[in-house]
Structure formats: C-alpha cells, structure tokens
C-alpha cells in the first residue's frame, strides 16, 4: 500500500531531480564578481563560487572570515577598530627596508618608525623574532635598525634568510590580508580578507563561537565533516539566492550529503563522485570513456547493472519508479 503522507513518492529520482532543480539555474548565473562594502578584495559569486565549491577545490580564490565581537566591543566601534587591527597580518618588509651587507655577512634591517606607530609595532618584539629565526646567529638592535648576523658560510645562504626575513610575521594573525568593521542591525562586526579560524581563536574580544569562514576545507580540517556539510549547504543556498535564483534547499542538501557522505569533502567530477561509481558503464558514461573501459577489460571487471546509466545504456528497464517493483512470484 502507498504511503500517501509520504512527501515523495517511493522510487522518485531524487538525485535526477536535485540535478536539473541546480542545473538549470545555474546557466542564468552571471561571471560576475560584487564588492563587499568597505573591503578591497573581491568575493567570488555567482558561477565561478558555485564551479569553485562543487570541485572542492583546496583553497578557495577569495576565502574571508565574518567575525562577530563579544558584548564589550561588539557596541564599541574604537573596541571593534582596536580588535581589527591586532587581526591584520604585518610582515617585516611592509614596516622596514632589509638589505645585505655581503662584505660582513650580515642583514641590516632599517625600520620605518611611523609604520611603527601606525600599525602599532615595538621595535623590541620584530628584534626578538629575527633573533628566533637566524638563531644561533647575532641580533644587535640601535633605536630603530636591526642588524642580524646569521651563521653562514656562503652569501647564497645569507641571501635565503633575508628572504626569510622580509617575510617575517611580527603580529597579527598568519593569513588574514586585511580586516575592516562593519556595522550590522544591532552590533560591530568584523570581516576579513583570508581566513584562518584557529589563528583568531585566542585574540582577546572576539566571540569565537560567532566566527564564520567561506572556506569550507577549513571548516572541515578544524571542526570536521558534519560542520563542513552545514557550511556546504549555506555556501551553495548563499550564492544562488545572492542571484535571486530560488532552490529548494533539500536539493541542495542532497548534493552536500553526496559529497561528503565519504567522510571526507568530494568533488562531484571525473576525479570525484562520477569517477568512483560502482558500475563501468556508469563511470565511462561520463568522461574518459576508453581509460575506463579499457582498466574494467583488463582487470575483467563486471558490471552488475544496478544504477539507473548502466541500465538505460544496455536498454534494460530502469531502477527507478514503477521499475523498482520486481515479481517474486507468479501466481
């Protein structure tokens, strides 16, 4: 007997379904790319964000982070201003000139003093991360210049640590470009340019458990593949709605759940979803048709003709529907 509560019907393609239901509004998307108020970088939208979360790409093109303030600075904006500040990553080259004396090989680190003061930065903290990085070497500092002595024997080697040197973190947290705030309905928040969750967890005032970062692998790397899911399923509503494209969210649902249902994030290409299907005829269906093939020949694989292709290719009836029914005894 039916079940005529069930919201769909048994047997219904569901995957089919979710896939045209996605598609379709997929080719009214723009190559568009829209600022975000106040900040300088750009955000992908639109098709380029939804190619760049169904190929699970490793790091996204424009990753940022939403971060919301606790109660203190979150109606303050100068509070709010100070925490910004202290997210930005400051390399050593952005504050100071660094150049090489071969004659005594050494590197002498000249400091600008009001990129000092405007990014907030004690001479005393940049000698005490140059000493760490050419340790065993020598660090003298006067006023605002450095010179380091680092224990090399040829001036290749002393030009690899003035390299190291020029990229040298002094503050802020490794990742994050820039940080502006912004004023919401009813509190400060911050956004940033570059993502790094865990870099920020520690900074004094912000409500860790309110930060949010587009870059899914990171969600799935720090809070793992459930998480990862959630922030699929936001990411993908986010970018079609941001183009007034309506989907059902349960069809987005479905294709996060197909994604991630290894345990790890999978893309939904040749190298992911469609080529790890159970059936051969299923996985040369869909791109590199003799590669497949020829590997099920040589290993003399079969086909067990249990998914909807493989069936439609050998013209048998599809597992699907009404085709799900099979006779177990005629009477």
Do not use: W
């Amino acid at each position: 007997m039916a079940n005529t509560k069930d919201r769909i019907a048994v047997g219904e393609a569901v995957g089919i379904v979710a896939a045209q239901s996605i598609g379709e509004p997929g080719t009214q998307m723009t190559m568009r790319t829209f600022h975000y108020a106040g900040v300088a970088e750009q955000v992908p939208t639109g098709l380029p964000r939804l190619i760049e979360l169904v190929d699970a790409r490793k790091e996204p093109k424009k990753p940022f982070m939403d971060i919301y303030l606790e109660s203190s600075a979150a109606n303050d904006e100068k509070k709010a201003k100070k925490v910004a500040a202290a997210l930005e990553c400051v390399l050593l080259e952005q504050i100071a000139s660094v150049n090489e004396d071969f004659e005594g090989k050494s590197i002498k680190i000249q400091a600008d003093a009001n990129e000092l003061g405007l990014l907030s930065v004690d001479i005393n903290d940049v000698r005490a991360k140059v000493k760490e990085l050419i340790s065993p070497g020598t660090v003298e500092c006067r006023e605002n210049t450095i010179t380091a002595k680092p224990k090399v024997n040829t001036l290749r080697a002393l030009r690899r640590f003035t390299n190291k040197i020029k990229q040298l973190q002094v503050k802020g947290v490794e990742g994050v470009r820039r940080s502006i705030v912004i004023k919401d309905k009813n509190e400060f928040f911050i956004r940033t340019a570059g993502s790094n969750i865990l870099g920020v967890k520690d900074i004094e005032g912000i409500d860790f458990k309110r930060v949010y970062t587009n870059d899914v692998k990171e969600v799935e790397r720090v809070f793992g593949i459930e998480a990862a899911r959630n922030a699929l399923v936001h990411e993908l509503d986010q970018v079609l709605t941001s183009q007034r494209l309506f989907v059902d969210i349960r069809h987005i649902m479905l294709l996060a759940d197909a994604m991630t249902m290894d345990g790890a994030i999978t893309s939904i290409g040749r190298h992911g979803l469609a080529g790890q299907k159970a059936g051969v005829l299923a996985r040369a269906a869909y791109e590199e048709t003799i590669k497949h093939l020829v590997n099920a020949a040589t290993k003399a694989e079969e086909d067990m003709l249990i998914g909807v292709t493989e069936n439609i290719i050998v013209g048998q009836t599809v597992p699907i529907g009404t085709g799900l029914v099979k006779l177990r005894m005629k009477l």
